[in-house]
């Protein structure tokens, strides 16, 4: 269920203050359903605190923050998104498949579940291409193929809302291809609605539609057509650094 506006996350004036610094600053957006929606910006802009606050886990959060018709962090919502966080959540101990066999008994307990439990972890092993390593410990896999289990996990509940915190940082190209192909098949295949953060602006180009970040803003909220072509530029991030060129002249014309 959206919304009433029909937008799968809906912010306006989401502010995050911590200590004496304020991370986010009145942030104004929405999230397109069955879209791929690309959070981009420099490490430490405020992009992983937008994740924790969509996702309900950010403290001291004010404004309002809609997320699949509920304030965000209702306990409603929890079946229904999927959280990918920068640090791969397995257990070392434990095989790929073991790994997905716990996560998938917590959400659908009990026996009469086995079948559907059993179902859900093929799928999702398949999904994130880690058949041939099911049986192997965790711990003995790259970083790249953890990240992977990872997203296996977050895939079990088939999500409304998939929110991946950089699920590409530190992978080879073939991998980064292989895993947007992916994203792409659950936005098309299931309509699922995809929140993926990136510092690296050339996977910008592979989203539908993009919030760029920097300092706690948000300097544009588009496609990557419309701020090519708004810009004058050819690549998103050349038109990144024509945004921050100009907020700058902004404030300093405001002094």
Not at 24 to 37: A, H, M, N, Q, S
Not at 247 to 253: H, L, M, P, S, W
Request: with cysteine; charged share 25%; aromatic share 4%.
């Amino acid at each position: 269920m959206m919304n009433s506006t029909g937008v799968a996350i809906e912010a306006r004036g989401l502010t995050v203050v911590r200590g004496s610094r304020t991370v986010l600053k009145g942030l104004d957006f929405t999230v397109e359903p069955g879209r791929i929606t690309g959070l981009l910006g420099p490490s430490g802009c405020g992009k992983s605190t937008l994740m924790r606050s969509v996702v309900g886990t950010q403290a001291k959060v004010t404004g309002t923050l809609d997320v699949l018709g509920s304030p965000a962090g209702h306990p409603s919502l929890r079946p229904r998104i999927g959280y990918v966080t920068q640090a791969p959540s397995v257990y070392t101990d434990l095989t790929v498949r073991q790994n997905l066999d716990y996560f998938a008994a917590i959400l659908q307990p009990g026996r009469r579940h086995r079948d559907a439990r059993r179902e859900a972890v093929t799928r999702a092993v398949t999904e994130v291409d880690l058949t041939s390593h099911s049986d192997a410990l965790a711990g003995t896999l790259s970083g790249g193929q953890r990240t992977r289990v990872s997203l296996a996990v977050a895939l079990l509940g088939t999500p409304e809302l998939l929110v991946l915190d950089e699920p590409t940082v530190g992978l080879d190209p073939v991998l980064r291809r292989d895993l947007w192909s992916l994203f792409h098949s659950l936005a098309a295949e299931r309509g699922t609605t995809l929140l993926v953060s990136s510092h690296v602006m050339d996977e910008a180009e592979r989203c539908h539609r993009l919030l760029l970040m920097r300092e706690g803003e948000i300097l544009a909220d588009d496609t990557p057509e419309a701020l090519r072509t708004a810009s004058r530029t050819d690549t998103v991030e050349d038109a990144f650094l024509h945004l921050v060129d100009a907020a700058a002249t902004r404030q300093e014309n405001a002094r």
